[in-house]
């Protein structure tokens, strides 16, 4: 298998489009409350992006991911948030198993894969659920639109992980899957229930 196909692998096991918590907001049942405490929760982990292309060296992205968080913000506190900050266990996991991930290039490479890779689907059903049913929230959702289309990240972090040697490949791998587990993780912990893949 191409490097590739093992992160891809590695991600299907946690893919974010079938938790539950997402199918809930797919079709409407998602209650607008833990709408709002997602986007105050997430930010936290948003915010760990742009470190982790800094780490892989890619300053143009970083800056681009700083910006993006931003984006972030307007979204939660256009859902009423007035602050964002996070308070669940499962997302201290998330941003340190992150933080974690940026001390090697391997790892950093493997470990934004498994976000970046599912993100532009994400952002599809997360437009398309806000559009459909949550309409009269008037939340912001520019973050959403300048991701439902962005193949690019994902792409460049595979052309730096295909010049890795087979041992860092798979180090790459192995932080791909730790993050897709600790995202689905956070998704559990604001849904509210343990549910398992």
Same mark, same amino acid.
């Given at each position: 298998m191409t490097?590739?196909q093992?992160?891809? $692998?590695?991600?299907?096991?946690?893919?974010?489009?079938?938790?539950?918590?997402?199918?809930?907001?797919?079709?409407?049942?998602?209650?607008?409350?833990?709408l709002?405490? *997602?986007?105050?929760?997430?930010?936290?982990?948003?915010?760990?992006?742009?470190?982790?292309?800094?780490?892989?060296?890619?300053?143009?992205?970083?800056?681009?991911?700083?910006?993006? *968080?931003?984006?972030?913000? #307007?979204? $939660?506190?256009?859902?009423?948030?007035?602050?964002?900050?996070?308070? +669940?266990?499962?997302?201290?996991?998330?941003?340190?198993t992150?933080?974690?991930?940026?001390?090697?290039?391997?790892? $950093?490479?493997?470990?934004?894969?498994?976000?970046?890779?599912?993100?532009?689907?994400t952002?599809?059903?997360?437009?398309?659920?806000?559009?459909?049913?949550?309409?009269? +929230?008037?939340?912001?959702?520019? *973050?959403?639109?300048?991701?439902?289309? #962005?193949? #690019?990240?994902?792409?460049?972090?595979?052309? #730096?992980?295909?010049?890795l040697?087979?041992a860092?490949?798979?180090?790459?791998?192995? $932080?791909?899957e730790?993050?897709?587990?600790?995202?689905?993780?956070?998704?559990?912990?604001?849904?509210?229930?343990?549910?398992m893949?």
């Amino acid at each position: 298998m191409t490097i590739q196909q093992q992160l891809d $692998a590695a991600i299907s096991k946690w893919n974010l489009l079938n938790h539950p918590f997402y199918q809930a907001w797919s079709n409407g049942t998602l209650p607008v409350e833990k709408l709002k405490t *997602y986007s105050a929760e997430y930010a936290s982990f948003i915010q760990t992006i742009a470190a982790g292309w800094e780490a892989v060296g890619n300053a143009d992205v970083a800056t681009e991911e700083r910006e993006h *968080y931003i984006l972030w913000q #307007d979204f $939660a506190r256009s859902l009423g948030n007035v602050t964002v900050s996070h308070s +669940l266990d499962a997302v201290d996991e998330l941003v340190a198993t992150c933080s974690a991930n940026n001390n090697t290039l391997a790892t $950093a490479l493997g470990g934004l894969y498994a976000f970046e890779a599912q993100q532009p689907y994400t952002s599809q059903s997360k437009l398309k659920g806000l559009r459909t049913h949550y309409a009269t +929230l008037s939340c912001d959702e520019t *973050y959403f639109k300048i991701h439902e289309n #962005d193949f #690019d990240e994902p792409a460049m972090l595979v052309a #730096d992980l295909e010049k890795l040697n087979s041992a860092e490949q798979q180090q790459a791998v192995a $932080a791909c899957e730790a993050v897709a587990e600790k995202l689905w993780n956070t998704l559990s912990a604001i849904h509210g229930e343990a549910v398992m893949c």
